[in-house]
Nanobody, 115 residues
Framework: QVQLVESGGGSVQPGGSLRLSCAAS????????RGWYRQAPGKQRELVAA???????NYADSVKGRFTISRDNTKNTVYLQMNSLKPEDTAVYYC?????????WGQGTQVTVSS
């Protein structure tokens, strides 16, 4: 019943910005964390950014100072603002919601950074 729908991906030049959105179609209970992961071709999926239910955030070292994760509980949406994008940020980005019972995953949205 619950589905995470991602949007905002696309192609940008190095130094550009994108904002990813992930909206939950239904109510998710007992949320512990919300996060964004990414997976580049031939590489493992990695955590990019996460935010706890209390609002604390953490980021991969590679994106610190450039990416910002946020949430809007009234819209059941989590965002990833990506600035100063680099070619190495190119990947499929997946949103994740962790609860006491299970994790929910979005379908993935492609982000391509190239000149």
């Amino acid at each position: 019943q619950v589905q995470l729908v991602e949007s905002g991906g696309g192609s940008v030049q190095p130094g550009g910005s994108l904002r990813l959105s992930c909206a939950a179609s239904g109510t998710i209970f007992s949320i512990y964390t919300r996060g964004w992961y990414r997976q580049a071709p031939g590489k493992q999926r990695e955590l990019v950014a996460a935010i706890t239910s209390g609002g604390s955030t953490n980021y991969a070292d590679s994106v610190k100072g450039r990416f910002t994760i946020s949430r809007d509980n009234t819209k059941n949406t989590v965002y990833l603002q990506m600035n100063s994008l680099k070619p190495e940020d190119t990947a499929v980005y997946y949103c994740n919601v962790g609860t006491s019972q299970r994790d929910y995953w979005g379908q993935g949205t492609q982000v391509t950074v190239s000149s």
